[in-house]
T-cell receptor, first 117, second 113 residues
Framework: GAVVSQHPSRVICKSGTSVKIECRSL??????MFWYRQFPKQSLMLMAT?????????EQGVEKDKFLINHASLTLSTLTVTSAHPEDSSFYIC?????????????FGEGSRLTVL | DAKTTQPNSMESNEEEPVHLPCNHS???????IHWYRQLPSQGPEYVIH???SNVNNRMASLAIAEDRKSSTLILHRATLRDAAVYYC??????????????FGTGTRLQVTL
């Protein structure tokens, strides 16, 4: 099956620093990727839709200047948490569908756990 | 997005069938019914999806009510590895690859020996 990989799987940073999380579709091309955030014991919350070659579409309440998304190629999207603070500590998960041969299935990465000290 | 309602939790014994219900009374004609599951500390995993007819795959079966206002995910023989949170989600796949999935609270399935 298709594989979506995230890196890093875990990251710890100091308050005020920026952290970049990569999301790669390893064996398929994805014109659209999705970024989710999940706090402990809660469900996934969609943050934004990442579009290859154009600006991301953010969900209501998600600060676009805080969570920078870049989708420069058909296999890579990045999420940068800028000036991270402890309240940004969360499990960040990306997902993607095949650009061609789409069966409707959304493939998810393993997630990246961010801890801001 | 049309909403779904699922029980917060369910329990099952290993090797027994499990029926996970989902209500979606406001489903539209173009909404597909998706099921994903999430194991602890992992990203969600696709289980199955359907539109009107019942669906079977190697993981599970999806039974869709005739009026489409409810559906049931069936795990034929639960194992300890099936312990996860199961999400029932509606999405209009006619919007193509940009079709979003909005997760609800899901059902936490516990499987015991």
């Amino acid at each position: 099956g298709a594989v979506v990989s995230q890196h890093p799987s875990r990251v710890i940073c100091k308050s005020g620093t920026s952290v970049k999380i990569e999301c790669r579709s390893l064996d398929f091309q994805a014109t659209t990727m999705f970024w989710y955030r999940q706090f402990p014991k809660q469900s996934l919350m969609l943050m934004a839709t990442s579009n290859e070659g154009s600006k991301a579409t953010y969900e209501q309440g998600v600060e676009k200047d805080k969570f920078l998304i870049n989708h420069a190629s058909l296999t890579l999207s990045t999420l940068t948490v800028t000036s991270a603070h402890p309240e940004d500590s969360s499990f960040y998960i990306c997902s993607a569908r095949r650009a061609s041969g789409n069966t409707g299935e959304l493939f998810f990465g393993e997630g990246s756990r961010l801890t801001v000290l | 997005d049309a909403k779904t309602t699922q029980p917060n939790s369910m329990e099952s014994n290993e090797e027994e069938p499990v029926h996970l219900p989902c209500n979606h009374s406001t489903i539209s004609g173009t909404d597909y019914i998706h099921w994903y599951r999430q194991l602890p500390s992992q990203g969600p995993e696709y289980v199955i999806h359907g539109l009107t007819s019942n669906v079977n795959n190697r993981m599970a079966s999806l039974a869709i009510a005739e009026d489409r206002k409810s559906s049931t995910l069936i795990l034929h023989r639960a194992t300890l590895r099936d312990a996860a949170v199961y999400y029932c989600i509606l999405s209009d796949l006619n919007t193509g690859t940009a079709s979003k999935l909005t997760f609800g609270t899901g059902t936490r399935l516990q499987v015991t020996l």
